[in-house]
């Protein structure tokens, strides 16, 4: 059974700073892995999607890396701002026959970005 | 584009209770999906469908049941609402381009249901 674990669970950080989020998954055999951002209250927005094929997606000041073998993902925040703060969460689509369509959630990170 | 939209955001439900949680898209998507979330735990996968009149079980499909009659709409049906069915339900679709192995696009979520079984 596929199970997806970030850590830390929270990090606050000074503004300005860069940082990484990660995460583990038990099951190699994936299709591609996503990362969310989660504000309170609100529902789940796509930040980067990596196909198992890719190593790595950038999207302004984030960089998502996978490395399907070992199981991990990191998610690289640049010079980090206030409006970062969320839980960030990574998701992975699995490869096995009956769970094609399943993403398994890892519980998130809580991100604090003081000014 | 409105994008997933959820109806209602909050709901109070006695114990026995039945009601429906409602989900629409415009997007055109073939895939949409029915996850809850309870405090401090990842999202689970209760229902989804890859086009329309297609469903099927995910992995906390116990108490729920779903029907999938357009694209657009994918509503979740509460029988007998019981207080483990607190939770916040999220929906969400994706345009899975049906290519070899499954080379799925991103999923798109809904607001949520925050839904209070007492």
């Known amino acids: 059974k596929q199970e997806v674990t970030q850590i830390p669970a929270a990090l606050s950080v000074p503004e300005g700073e860069n940082l990484v989020l990660n995460c583990s998954f038990t099951d190699s055999a994936i299709y591609n892995l996503q990362w969310f951002r989660q504000d309170p209250g609100k529902g789940l927005t796509s930040l980067l999607l990596i196909q198992s094929s890719q190593r790595e997606q950038t999207s302004g000041r984030l960089n998502a890396s996978l490395d399907k073998s070992s199981g991990r993902s990191t998610l690289y925040i640049a010079a980090s701002q206030p409006g970062d703060s969320a839980t960030y969460l990574c998701?992975?689509?699995?490869?096995?026959?009956?769970?094609?369509?399943?993403?398994?959630f890892g519980k998130g990170t809580l991100l604090t970005v003081n000014p | 584009n409105a994008g997933v939209t959820q109806t209602p955001k909050f709901r109070i439900l006695k114990i026995g209770q039945s009601m429906t949680l409602q989900c629409t898209q415009d997007m055109n998507h073939n895939y949409m999906y029915w996850y809850r979330q309870d405090p401090g735990m990842g999202l689970k996968l209760i229902y989804y469908s890859v086009g329309a009149g297609i469903t099927d079980k995910g992995e906390v499909p116990n108490g729920y049941n779903v029907s999938r009659s357009t694209t657009e709409d994918f509503p979740l049906r509460l029988e007998l609402a019981a207080p483990s069915q607190t939770s916040v339900y999220f929906c969400?679709?994706?345009?899975?381009?049906?290519?070899?192995?499954?080379?799925?696009?991103?999923?798109?979520f809904g607001p949520g249901t925050r839904l209070t079984v007492l």
């Open positions: 969400a679709s994706s345009h899975d381009s049906g290519r070899a192995f499954f080379d799925a696009d991103t999923q798109y």
């Open positions: 998701a992975v689509r699995e490869a096995s026959g009956g769970s094609n369509y399943k993403l398994t």
